[in-house]
C-alpha cells in the first residue's frame, strides 16, 4: 500500500491526449522505461498479451505509404468528396511520419483459451483487447507524468496487414495501436474534457 494515493489520483486527472509534440525524441531509456510499465498491465488467464515495437524514422515512410493506400481504399469506398479524402490522409501521413518518437502496440492470442465457437473466442480476443488499453493507459499515464505528450493513434486497427508489412512483423502479432510521443508544444491546448458525469455513466441495481 502507498501512503498518499493522492499523486496518483492527480495524475489520472492530468494526463490528456496532447497531439501538439515537439522533438527531440525520447531517449532509448525513457521508451523502455514506459514500455516496462506498460507491460506490468493486468491480463487475462495471466498471459501476457501484449508486444510493442518502436518505430524508427527509417520505417516510417513505407509505413505511412502502406496505410496511406489502404485507408484511401477505405474512404474512397465510402464516396467521400475528395477534399476531404486528401486532407483526411494528409494529416494521417504526418501524424505517422512526424512524430519524435512512435510506438506501435500489438496483441497476440497465446494462452487464450481456444473455443470452436465464435462467440467465446470474440470474448477471449476482447479480453486481451481491454489487456491492451490497460497497458495504454499505463504508458500514457507515465508519459505524462515524466512531462512527456502522447497520444493515442487507432489507425493501425484498421490497417493490420499493412502495418505487419512494412515493419516485418510476426504474422501472430496483431496490430492495434499507435502511440505518438514527444515533448508537448508550448502552444498545445488539449480539447475540452467533459466533466465526469456520474448521473448519466454510473448507476445502481
Ligand atoms: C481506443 C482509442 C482510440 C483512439 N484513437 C485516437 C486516434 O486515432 N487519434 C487521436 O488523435 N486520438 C485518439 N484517441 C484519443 C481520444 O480522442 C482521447 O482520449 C479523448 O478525446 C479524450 O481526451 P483525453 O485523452 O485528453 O482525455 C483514442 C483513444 C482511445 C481510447
Known amino acids: 500500500m502507498i501512503e498518499d494515493a493522492r499523486p496518483i489520483e492527480d495524475a489520472i486527472r492530468a494526463r490528456r491526449s496532447v497531439r501538439g509534440l515537439d522533438g527531440p525524441s525520447l531517449t532509448a531509456e525513457e521508451v523502455e522505461a514506459l514500455v516496462r510499465l506498460a507491460l506490468t498491465a493486468p491480463a487475462p488467464h495471466h498471459t501476457r498479451p501484449w508486444r510493442f515495437v518502436e518505430i524508427g524514422p527509417a520505417r516510417r515512410e513505407a509505413l505511412a505509404d502502406a496505410m496511406g493506400a489502404a485507408w484511401r481504399r477505405d474512404l474512397e469506398g465510402d464516396t467521400q468528396p475528395s477534399k476531404t479524402v486528401e486532407r483526411a490522409l494528409a494529416r494521417s501521413r504526418g501524424r505517422i511520419t512526424g512524430a519524435p518518437t512512435l510506438l506501435l502496440g500489438c496483441i497476440v492470442a497465446d494462452g487464450l483459451n481456444r473455443y470452436d465457437d465464435e462467440r467465446r473466442w470474440r470474448a477471449e480476443w476482447g479480453l486481451a ?14 508519459a505524462s507524468a515524466r512531462g512527456l505528450g502522447a497520444y493515442w493513434i487507432s489507425a493501425p486497427l484498421y490497417a493490420p496487414d499493412e502495418v505487419r508489412g512494412a515493419l516485418d512483423l510476426d504474422p501472430t502479432w496483431e496490430p492495434q495501436a499507435f502511440v505518438a510521443l514527444g515533448r508537448p508544444r508550448g502552444d498545445y491546448r488539449p480539447f475540452d474534457r467533459p466533466v465526469p458525469d456520474l448521473g448519466s455513466e454510473f448507476t445502481r441495481r
Open 129 to 142: 483487447q481491454h489487456s491492451f488499453g490497460a497497458a495504454l493507459q499505463n504508458l500514457l499515464l507515465a
